[in-house]
């Protein structure tokens, strides 16, 4: 390994590094098809429903309004035919602070943003008028107000300054401690987050907020141990908080406790039996756990009359029929959804079912009535989909749907292809479990979806993508160590999986991946080496998508190509083969159409590492240029002037 001078922009290279997005790799078995969108879902801080007046704007990002959506209770959002690389979300809703998120369509993380809601402060009726964190110093106070209305109109960096002069003023200013360290979480700092929570507590045990955000935030860690001990600090001060009993459930299930969780969630609806839909779903994963089928039976009975067209509907549906099929259960007199009896008619033609989803927009109860009396005499492709969707059918409704059609009924096998072609043999369970949590947004619960898709389908010929996805979720974490934990488990399912090959290539030459022994900082490099050049001679049978073009297919395989020869150029710089690196990367740059601005400062690097300046400053200017209004710009812009000095 070489030591690089201090005008080798060591520094630069290691804050880069730490903010590493790889480019197109959300790929699994060949299921979707190219688009260029925006995709993203908003969610709860906490939990309960999502509010009714949730607005979604695009911007461009310096501010010029494009386009707008109202978000549904899925809080799922879409904008597509994007042409540019730079974009600002703008999320509002009444009784939440304003989110305002970059989107760099560069980078396939950025393209699918989870946005938190967080609750504006509000004081609880019959409260105190006055807290011990409400007496704070004037200027502290005056801080504290400019931050939480820059958190509220989703300027996180200036809010977070202000917030944290807050702080400063006042050392035990728990109200400011608790909005930096919901700042800090927007930011993904989720251990400054941790820390600004507990100041808070230290500071005024009597602040609910801070209680409640550091459980929700240690249970989405998998801290369940520090999470436990947080909420019984917290419901020593707040016996009858709803939420904490709640988290404690959480805690406790993740801990295998399944007794103690199920005292604390019935403990919790007793307190607030108004619980949200999704509470019933929590309860019955306990019940199935703890194999008290009979108790989850009824949970997802409640769900569905809470429910009964929510995103966890049509699964609820299925564990049931499961139930009722091994015996473990049997429904009870009072039905959910029960259908009234028809008389025998033909399967409904697409066209029908058109028609139907578009007479009854306002009552869609009509239309899963329908479907389940009568069935459909088609199986639902993508073409077919579209078609439903424009008529106005939803996720569950298309789900329904594609119940209804033969396939569906009959349960048969369904046919995928590997990442190079190769036929994958699953059944719809199997292909519908891994169609939701390849769409689940959130890595936390796709990571809690693959250990379940593992556990129920342990022979499946989908493993090797389901453990993809999971080394997605912990690029998304920014967890280098798991991500190449589960590429290499991808890899023993199917070596030749393209996808997982340029993913791990790429992770394992950060600089984090070779902070060991020289040895195996070197093994880990060889390896990369070997990934990168297997994927790219299997570049060549990567099939095409479902509707994917020629075209289209020859500029993703470049985008893999591309990230490829990224990994090789990485490799070569850390092994001071500078001539490869240059190769490599300018191969990298050629062959994408919208190369990604880290691999020009990387050749801006070994450029001037070799002391060819002219060359390193026209890579760095070329790494400005289309790195404009994010970080590398930044950085890109310090190269130059330190090499114009």
């Known amino acids: 390994m070489r030591n690089r001078t201090p005008h080798s922009a060591l520094a630069s290279w290691f804050k880069l590094a730490v903010l590493l997005m790889f480019t197109a790799l959300c790929d699994g078995p060949a299921m979707s098809q190219v688009t260029r969108a925006i995709e993203g879902q908003v969610r709860m801080m906490g939990h309960g429903p999502l509010p009714l007046d949730i607005t ?12 707008q959506q109202f978000v549904g209770s899925d809080g799922k959002f879409r904008f597509d035919n994007l042409n540019g690389n730079l974009y600002r979300l703008v999320v509002t809703a009444k009784g939440f602070q304003t989110v305002s998120q970059a989107v760099d369509l560069n980078w396939e993380a950025s393209r699918c943003p989870t946005i938190y809601l967080v609750p504006t402060a509000q004081k609880k009726e019959g409260a105190p008028a006055e807290t011990a964190t409400d007496l704070a110093v004037p200027k502290a106070l005056k801080e504290y107000e400019k931050g939480s209305f820059l958190l509220r109109n989703g300027n996180l960096e200036e809010a977070r300054k202000h917030l944290e002069d807050a702080v400063a003023e006042d050392p035990c200013y728990a109200r400011a401690h608790t909005a930096l360290g919901k700042t800090l979480i927007m930011q993904s700092q989720f251990l400054a987050a941790e820390s600004a929570f507990n100041k808070a507590i230290k500071c005024d045990g009597q602040f609910l907020e801070a209680y409640v955000l550091l459980t929700v935030l240690l249970n989405t860690e998998r801290k369940y141990t520090e999470s436990k001990a947080e909420l019984a600090q917290g419901l020593r001060r707040f016996p009858n908080e709803w939420r904490l009993q709640d988290e404690l459930g959480q805690a406790e299930v993740g801990s295998g406790n399944y007794e103690q969780a199920e005292q604390a969630y019935l403990k919790a609806q007793s307190i607030n039996p108004e619980v949200p839909p999704e509470f019933h779903l929590r309860l019955a994963g306990v019940y199935l756990k703890w ?54 008619q033909q399967p409904l033609t697409q066209d029908e079912v058109q028609g139907l989803i578009k007479k009854n927009k306002k009552d869609l109860d009509v239309v899963y009535k329908t479907l389940e009396e009568r069935k459909v005499d088609f199986d639902l492709d993508r073409k077919i989909e579209q078609k439903m969707r424009k008529a106005g059918a939803d996720d569950a409704l298309i789900q329904a749907i594609w119940r209804a059609g033969p396939t569906g009924r009959s349960e048969k096998s369904a046919t995928l292809t590997s990442a190079t072609g190769a036929p994958l043999q699953a059944t719809y369970e199997e292909a519908m479990g891994f169609k939701t949590m390849e769409n689940e947004l959130d890595p936390d619960r796709r990571l809690r979806m693959v250990d379940e898709y593992e556990g129920r389908f342990p022979a499946s010929q989908l493993l090797s993508y389901v453990y993809l996805q999971a080394a997605k979720a912990y690029q998304e974490k920014n967890d280098l160590n798991r991500l190449v934990e589960y590429g290499e488990k991808s890899l023993k399912q199917d070596p030749d999986n393209v996808f997982s090959l340029v993913m791990v290539a790429l992770a394992l030459p950060q600089p984090r991946m070779l902070q060991g022994s020289q040895e195996e900082a070197s093994q880990r490099l060889s390896l990369a080496e070997t990934y990168a050049n297997r994927a790219l001679k299997l570049m060549d ?68 590492n070799e002391g060819k300046k002219n060359e390193a400053l026209e890579a760095f200017t070329k790494a400005s240029e289309l790195g404009k209004g994010t970080v590398v710009q930044k950085y890109a812009d310090e190269q130059i002037q330190a090499l114009k000095k």
């Open 291 to 344: 194999k008290k089928q009979d108790k989850a039976y009824a949970e997802l009975e409640s769900y569905l009359r809470a429910a009964p067209h929510g995103p966890m509907a049509e699964p609820a549906r299925k564990m049931m029929q499961q139930l009722e099929g091994s015996g473990a259960a049997t429904p009870g007199k009072s039905q959910v959804d029960p259908r009234p009896d028809v008389p025998a």
């Open 56 to 67: 979604v704007r695009l911007e461009e990002a310096e501010g010029a309004y494009l386009a």
């Open 541 to 608: 049978s990567v099939p095409a998508r479902t509707n994917e073009t020629p075209e289209q297919l020859q500029k993703r395989k470049g985008g893999l190509a591309s990230d490829a020869h990224a990994a090789l150029g990485m490799v070569y710089m850390d092994r001071d083969e500078s001539q490869k690196a240059i190769e490599e990367l300018k191969t990298a740059v050629s062959l994408t159409q919208t190369p990604n601005p880290q691999l020009y400062f990387r050749l801006g690097e070994v450029y001037e």
